[in-house]
């Protein structure tokens, strides 16, 4: 559109309510800087917008509905003319309202080249980060790999998942409670949601608990001396809930014990700081797993490819283990073989795309070169 960009607003988020803004994570000058010869970037709305503290509240100047995976054209055709009307003009909700597949071809590699690039981390994240990783390699005297787990079983995903887990009563309870007051049109009054969660379970769409994960990471041969990194917020059922992960991967840690109290308190101040440490420990990892979907593994996945995917990343089949998972004839053995099957090649090496398919999971066809041998 040739148009200048500010600086993003973070979205404030509805179940973690951090309110970090770009400033407080990212780099401004080497994002400014390392895009210059691709777009306009100015730090701060232009002093002569006369409404410039409402820029982000007023309905007049926010574009809105913007269809999800929008093609380039229309944005030419929809947005450019209301920007070139009123000068200034916000774009939201922008997740996901941009294709793949519709844009030009060097949209896609300017993607990679902000992903990749252009956004770095401010400089006392890295280094925290850094020495996070050193610790988890030097948590028996010698030199060791570790995993890192992206759990995903916090109330707020597991609420959003509306899938139905393990509890007892006065749980499953409180959980519906919990849905009807953060996501009342989804919830309605309840009765649909119990159906709906078991087709879900059978598509492969609910978190797997960490009870499940263990099990999984058992049957793929990992030892019970496995050091394990656990990159999660407080996981719903506390410590009940991860008992069984424990008792069989017992070297567990979270940066919260890798880490004094004195380190980790600059970096409370934002919950999206922790989260920037957890994705750098996470993409340091010998191997890395995550356990759903969403933009943080999507992304520890897609920058190990980048960066050459010599490191194991796992992703695993959750259609299918919900399937062996829930037979009760079959044994150990049997099982075992299974995981190993369904796991062959879901182990983090790039993969040709398809339409639709997310660059930012896996940027082979889109950012990454082809070897001419």
Request: charged share 25%; hydrophobic share 40%; with cysteine.
């Amino acid at each position: 559109m040739n148009v200048t960009l500010i600086i993003p607003l973070m979205k404030q988020d509805q179940i973690w309510k951090d309110q970090t803004r770009f400033e407080d994570v990212f780099d401004v000058d080497h994002f400014i800087n390392y895009l210059k010869d691709d777009v306009r970037i100015v730090k701060d709305i232009p002093s002569w917008l006369p409404d410039r503290g409402d820029l982000y509240t007023s309905l007049r100047r926010t574009v809105k509905n913007i269809p999800k995976y929008a093609s380039a054209e229309w944005y030419l055709d929809n947005v450019l003319p209301r920007i070139k009307e009123k000068r200034v003009m916000a774009l939201k909700p922008f997740v996901d309202r941009l294709g793949y597949d519709n844009v030009p071809a060097e949209i896609n590699r300017l993607r990679c080249r902000v992903n990749y690039h252009a956004l770095k981390f401010l400089p006392h994240i890295e280094e925290m980060a850094e020495t996070l990783a050193s610790r988890m390699r030097n948590r028996t005297g010698t030199l060791q790999p570790y995993m890192a787990l992206h759990l995903r079983f916090e109330k707020g995903m597991v609420g959003l998942s509306f899938c139905d887990f393990v509890g007892n009563r006065r749980e499953k309870a409180m959980m519906a409670a919990y849905r009807k007051k953060e996501w009342p049109r989804r919830f309605k009054n309840g009765s649909h949601v119990w159906h709906q969660a078991l087709q879900k379970r059978k598509e492969g769409r609910c978190p797997l608990e960490p009870g499940e994960v263990a099990v999984i990471l058992m049957a793929m041969g990992y030892p019970k001396e496995t050091q394990v990194y656990v990159a999660s917020g407080q996981v719903y059922g506390g410590e009940n809930r991860m008992a069984a992960l424990r008792n069989m991967f017992p070297n567990l840690v979270r940066k919260e014990e890798l880490a004094t109290e004195e380190e980790l308190k600059p970096l409370r101040k934002h919950v999206t700081s922790l989260a920037a440490i957890d994705f750098l420990v996470c993409l340091k990892s010998d191997v890395f797993v995550m356990t759903h979907g969403g933009n943080f593994a999507k992304l520890v996945m897609g920058t190990r490819r980048y960066m050459g995917h010599h490191l194991k990343s796992i992703k695993p089949n959750k259609a299918l283990m919900a399937k062996v998972l829930g037979d009760p004839y079959l044994g150990w053995p049997a099982f075992v073989d299974e995981v190993a099957t369904m796991h062959e090649g879901r182990t983090g090496l790039p993969e040709p795309t398809f339409p639709g398919y997310d660059i930012y999971e896996n940027p082979l066809s889109h950012c990454m070169c082809r070897s001419k041998s």
